[in-house]
């Protein structure tokens, strides 16, 4: 197996581990840039959080989906983090997220926090290429998700996982939001006839994924693009 391969297969599980037990909060939201006065969503960022300012303890990672999204959950929301966000056009942004109260509008804190985070570009946004495969075009003697990715050419599976053609990682969305790797070896589990369209994303300007996939499901909710002005948290200290 390359080293490549290796080190994406790293990230990929470091995004999954549960590292703390606060399965019910998380936090989530939207990296967006902003110019001219106008906001802008930017796709597949990474989101790095770390225990201390060396920014050498890694605590938690996240890829963004195709809107702009990421999640990250289970979420210890005691503690502190030194944030890093990036993406191949985009500035470096660092920032700290202090601890949420553990009483919020009078009662104990649950569920999630929006933690949207705003970042500069360096020049115009990335116009991924993206090819569309309707349900009217997908495999007809497909029968689950599986089957259906089998057969698309840019990309390939071993016991190892999905890579690119160039061995380089693929990224995979459900309505949009991106799923962990532990949860690929489930898609021969979902149907071929609950697949609305397949959306495969050239994301080779990405160190990490050289292709994004969504499925999009019939079922579900769909992540959409924000329909109103970003700001970003309150608990941001160190802007």
Request: with cysteine; glycine share 4%.
């Amino acid at each position: 197996m390359k080293l490549s391969k290796i080190i994406i297969m790293a990230f990929m599980f470091i995004s999954s581990m549960p590292l703390f037990s606060q399965s019910n909060i998380w936090i989530n939201g939207t990296i967006y840039s902003e110019m001219d006065s106008t906001q802008t969503v930017v796709p597949f960022s990474t989101v790095k959080l770390y225990s201390d300012s060396t920014l050498k303890n890694l605590a938690y990672f996240a890829v963004c989906g195709p809107m702009g999204n990421y999640t990250i959950k289970p979420y210890d929301h005691t503690k502190s983090y030194y944030i890093v966000v990036e993406s191949p056009n985009s500035y470096v942004r660092k920032l700290q997220i202090t601890p949420i109260p553990e009483i919020w509008d009078n009662k104990p804190f649950s569920g999630n926090a929006t933690t949207n985070i705003r970042i500069k570009l360096k020049g115009s946004p990335i116009r991924y290429e993206n090819q569309v495969l309707s349900k009217e075009n997908l495999p007809a003697t497909a029968s689950n998700l599986n089957d259906i990715l089998l057969s698309l050419e840019s990309i390939n599976h071993d016991d190892d996982g999905w890579f690119t053609t160039d061995e380089r990682g693929v990224l995979f969305c459900i309505n949009g939001n991106v799923v962990g790797s532990e949860k690929t070896s489930a898609f021969n589990q979902i149907p071929a006839n609950v697949i609305e369209k397949i959306t495969v994303y050239d994301t080779k300007e990405n160190p990490l994924y050289g292709k994004a996939i969504d499925i999009t499901l019939t079922i579900g909710s769909q992540a959409n693009k924000p329909d109103y002005w970003l700001s970003e948290s309150s608990f941001f200290i160190n802007k």
